[in-house]
């Protein structure tokens, strides 16, 4: 009973000493960093722009005490903070661990003069270029070989200085970090990440180039799926320019040209979306298929292929903004007063006339053509919503798959549906083709009409349940045969080539 309070003792020392253990990650980080206290080590900034007097501010928020190197110390002072010291840029040197060199990249010569201050120091370089791969060799490169006795990690280059005001809470949130010292880069990133950014360790200094291109592209992944937007919509809208406004005015001498910037756009673009739809399911078709030929997933796509495969997303907004369009325009056209005109003379013929103008067929085929055409609006919009980053990243695989693949799907069939109650019977009614040209509508089928059999096909049992083994990772010959895991198997009849390998 004497040892009893010891024990006791003993055992809460434990418990607290466990608790301090589960504070601590599972796994060790190889970054973790010894020698420094990040929060205790004073920050250097060679330069007072507008860059630099964000980065500051951000600096000294996030607990760093910063030291702002200028040319004008006395001049510069009133940009900055009172917690923030600005004296000249030897000094900066000589009381900073880290400093950001927030220069132009034209105006590291006149660094030289601080050559001993800056020896030993991590140098983070943030510039940029004014175009994409100006020179062979990235800035950070060439600041590292004026200063070998520094370590250069390249960093924050690619954060505005609004987002380091903002506190990382408006524009992007990561920040490309890289440098040819691991330890470097350590420091960097916690840093980075102290400011309340997602650090991006992207390795060795030579990645620096790459780092400062990221800026300076203009929506690279955009480039195609926008050219081929525009090029469908120009050709669309030529093609239903001649059939609406040319065809009326050669043959019956009728001035139509009003309905060219609403009649004659309002044709073109939910064909430019009903195309870009496909488009988007079209090379998932052509994968399967080739995985198929190939039975194997292991094969590499075709360049041209894989390039479709990583550009359906933009396709698909496209082809949203597209539709979203033709819904607006759609709503507008009462609106005009050539419509008005149009309903006032057909009133005035109905009123000289007993003719009943009530079609009972037109009347169910409007109807139907609007309903699948507010359905098919209703699904691109879920399909462009879960598109975002944002939405995406709350949704597990299963049920972003099934948003963008199954309904996705789905919304093409109900578009090609809304298509055809507007052809109804016109592809069979001869004075449809002006110029011995085909409705609009029956082209944009051509590659709906392509992609539905061929998903078609895929859904197969038989088919589906083979493309679905070669996901799987089964890799077969000419002569495979599959098996079920629990089916019973011949030794006499085993061969290398008739099996398939996992």
């Known amino acids: 009973m004497a040892e009893r309070p010891s024990n006791l ?15 601590k990650p599972l796994l060790g980080d190889e970054c973790e ?5 990040l929060q205790k080590i004073t920050v250097g900034i060679l330069g007072t722009g507008d860059f630099a007097r964000s980065l500051a501010t951000r600096l000294v928020c996030s607990g760093y005490d910063v030291i702002v190197g200028s040319r004008y110390p ?9 917690a923030i010291e600005v004296t000249s840029q030897r000094e900066a040197t000589n009381k900073a661990n880290i400093i950001f060199v927030a220069v132009h990249h034209e105006h590291y010569s006149t660094l030289n003069k601080l050559r001993d201050g800056l020896m030993g120091k991590i140098l983070v370089d ?39 005001q903002s506190g990382a ?28 950014f997602i650090p991006l360790d992207l390795g060795l200094l030579t990645s620096a180039k790459e780092i400062e291109n990221l800026p300076l592209r203009l929506f690279p992944s955009w480039k195609m799926p926008i050219i081929l937007t525009v090029v469908l919509f120009v050709l669309f809208y030529v093609y239903s320019f001649i059939r609406k406004v040319i065809h009326p005015y050669a043959m019956k001498g009728q001035n139509v040209f009003y309905k060219i910037p609403i009649d004659v756009v309002n044709v073109a673009l939910p064909c430019v979306s009903f195309v870009m739809l ?30 479709w495969l990583q550009q359906r997303k933009q396709l698909g907004l496209l082809s949203f903004l597209c539709a979203a369009l033709h819904a607006v325009y759609s709503l507008c056209l009462p609106m005009r007063r050539s419509a008005r ?11 000289r006339g007993d003719k009943n103008i009530w079609v009972e067929e037109e009347v169910w085929r409007m109807e139907i053509y609007l309903f699948f055409g507010i359905l098919a609006i209703g699904m691109l919009s879920l399909l462009a919503v879960t598109s975002l980053p944002s939405v995406a990243n709350s949704l597990n695989w299963r049920e972003f798959n099934f948003i963008q693949s199954r309904l996705g799907f789905t919304a093409l069939v109900v578009s090609t549906l809304h298509v055809l109650t507007f052809g109804w019977r016109k592809a069979f009614d001869s004075t449809q083709y002006k110029f011995y040209l085909p409705p609009t509508f029956a082209i944009t089928l051509i590659v709906p009409c392509i992609v539905l059999p061929a998903k078609a096909y895929l859904f197969l049992p038989c088919v589906n349940r083979k493309l679905k083994r070669i996901r799987r990772g089964w890799e077969t010959s000419h002569q495979a045969k599959f098996r079920e895991p629990g089916e019973a198997s011949s030794v006499a009849h085993f061969s290398v080539e008739s099996t398939s390998r996992v």
């Not at 003792?9 to 504070?23: D, G, L």
């Not at 004014?130 to 060439?142: L, Q």
């Not at 809470?169 to 309340?196: F, L, P, T, Y």
């Open 9 to 23: 003792y003993e055992a809460q020392q434990q418990r607290r000493m466990a608790k301090k253990e589960m504070i």
């Open 33 to 37: 960093i010894h020698n420094y206290s």
């Open 74 to 82: 006395k001049y510069n002072e009133s940009l900055f903070p009172s």
């Open 126 to 164: 943030v510039s940029n270029n004014v175009e994409v791969n100006e020179r062979e060799e990235s800035n950070a490169e060439r600041l590292a070989s004026m200063f070998p006795e520094s370590t250069v990690v390249k960093g924050f280059n690619v954060i505005s200085a609004w987002a380091l």
């Open 169 to 196: 809470r408006d524009g992007s949130k990561q920040v490309m970090i890289c440098s040819n010292s691991q330890e470097a880069r350590c420091i960097v990133v916690e840093i980075a990440r102290n400011m309340g």
């Open 278 to 307: 496909s488009l988007v399911y079209l090379p998932g078709v052509l994968a399967a298929l080739f995985q198929l030929r190939n039975g194997t997933k292991y094969k590499r796509f075709p360049c041209w292929l894989d390039q």
């Open 341 to 351: 005109y149009q309903l006032l003379n057909a009133a005035s013929a109905l009123s």
